[in-house]
């Protein structure tokens, strides 16, 4: 089990980042939330098993329909057990 902080830095966001991101969390079993920073910036914590943990961070790593990001960061975090992944 790991947990990660993500901060994706972007041009700009579509309004719908946060439900993209919201709806693949669910769709691959990650735990955790997805908040915007400003109107350029994502900060998500994800939790779950390494390699899905890997893969999610590496969908938002890439250029999609919501996400075009020129910056993610990535830091490791202690579990913390969530339960669900909510939007704030």
Known sequence: MKCVQIVVKTTDLDTSDRFAVMKHAYQVGIKGFVRRIDMASLVV?????????????EFLSKDSLF???????????????YSSFEML
């Open 45 to 57: 914590e994800a939790e779950g098993p390494d390699e899905t943990v890997a893969k999610f961070v």
């Open 67 to 81: 996400i075009k990001p020129l910056e993610v960061e990535v830091t490791d975090l202690p579990v913390k057990d």
